[in-house]
């Protein structure tokens, strides 16, 4: 059978006309993005200059237009999302519109405009409609070139993902539909309307592949029955596209170069998540179940992917149980917080220097010093491993040729998976873990004097990356920190759920106290059930525990700026919706920059 591209039909010059004009706006994007990071890169140099009251500024501060960074909720589509964004895909909608009718935007002499016959412009709508869903492989991908070029991470292009699929199903539904009536107006045989012919049961069987994944993606199955979801979700789209091509050849053209990107990601993603292997996994329950709270599992692990590994950023897991379905729970992915890292070294030289970034750089002191050898023990050592503390004493900052790279994950029995898990961790049972990651971005906290986080229950767990980041930098003296105050407020439901951390906010207390650049740290943990209990904290400098009530986010914010009055302030939540919401909108109000972690996979 020969396959023809009709690269001059009226309806692949509207598709291919509307893909360059796409494409030629995220251009421009992306080369002002790099020249930000540029100008963001002179001002952390001057820094290490010693020019420490140097910070970046927005380039346009706008009080008018921050308030487009706020979030709303829209019933039965989203529960969060920005005023921008749906501005933004307004304009998406629009400037659809404008192809789908007017497209190439050129008459020849003596020839005025006329509303394309619907005969025409079903198969306009459906061109444009598979541009958009072009564009949504590209969107869904975790290794792919995007975010690095237009600073997006992939999980706030996946929002765009699921908006972009629902506006190019809807353009192409006219196709659908027209050609159902003209199949059906042939012989007026039912069957006919979607089978009269090659073409027609091609294009019918494509259609029933994205409806199936249209269906599957809706909020109650992704959220309920994830693995339904994704399974539909793959296979709906390999039928839909395999038999889109066979419908009509000159789909190959949009579809097949997105198709191979997807598959180069999901080769990457296999080869870190089956040959990347953790060499040791640790599973504990660190707190178990109880009237007042579910419990949490922590799972220690070493993984050579965590050389990579930026706070706030999260890995993709996978769990199974000896004597469980293995093949069906290989394929259930999960996103997961790295809430600790540690870089041992087993070398007797493992401190070198910290360059010129360190304060006292300038006097060549440590360039050539080196530390008393290190009693390192290899990664194997599952005891050694096992006790955080002592991980968490003797790693290091910097990586090193023989650095061990040893994370935590700390996982809160919400759903039946995370229970069955708690279950199995306090049984002991055998457990074997997959890691793909890490993903996410590479958030830009140092930059601003001042930083405000707020977590609700295990949504703590970016926090503590961060903020362990955050004080051994300035601890150690690196000068392109520019944070001097760091704020906390924790919510939880009850005061154990204290306890699996409590050992690193010591850590984080002592080194505060100590650090070479002066460092404030103010934790406020709020009980929300409990009226009145133990104080864990009360021998750590700048915590406080309140009972029997809930934090005022407005009010906390109040108090950050006031004592902060000419400061910058990087804001960050991470929790349920509704807190999440609360906290991005008033951290706008108090004109904080502000970063969010939300998973909607």
Known sequence: MAYTIRSTSNFFVCGISYAFFCWALFAIYCIGYQINKFRVYRTRKQRIAGNDAKVVKPVVHSKFLSYMNMVVPIPFVTEMIPIKHIIGMSLFVIVNMLFMFFAPFKLNPGMSYELPAIGQFDRRAAFVGMVNWGFVFFLAQRNSVLPRMSGFTVEELLPFHRWVARVGMAQFMPHFVWRIIKGYQKHYVVADSLFLDDE???????????????????????????????????????????FACWHEHTCLVFFIPALILWVVDRVIRSYQSWYIKSTFVKVDQVLPYSAVQEGIVRILFENTSLNRFKPGQYMFISIVRDGGRKIWEYANWHPITVSETFRVSSSSTADASIEERVVGSGEKNGKNEKKAPSSVGSSSETDSLSDVTNLRHRAHNYAHDDTTNIGTFHIKALGGKTRDLLNAAAAKENLAVRIDGPYGPSLEYQDYQVLALFAAGIGITPALAIVKECIERRSDGVKTVAVEHIYVTWAIRSADEIIPFLDMFTYWSDKAKNAVQSLQLHVSIYVTRMKEGPDYTKDLNGFQIIYGERPVINSEMDRIKATNSHQTVWAHACGSMAFTRTVINEAIRHDFHVHNETFEF
């Open 200 to 242: 027609y049961t091609s294009g019918s069987i494509s259609m029933f592949g994205f409806i199936i994944m249209f269906v599957t993606s809706l909020e109650y199955i992704r959220r309920n029955y994830f693995e339904v979801f994704y399974y539909s979700h793959v296979i709906g789209m390999l039928v839909g596209i395999a």
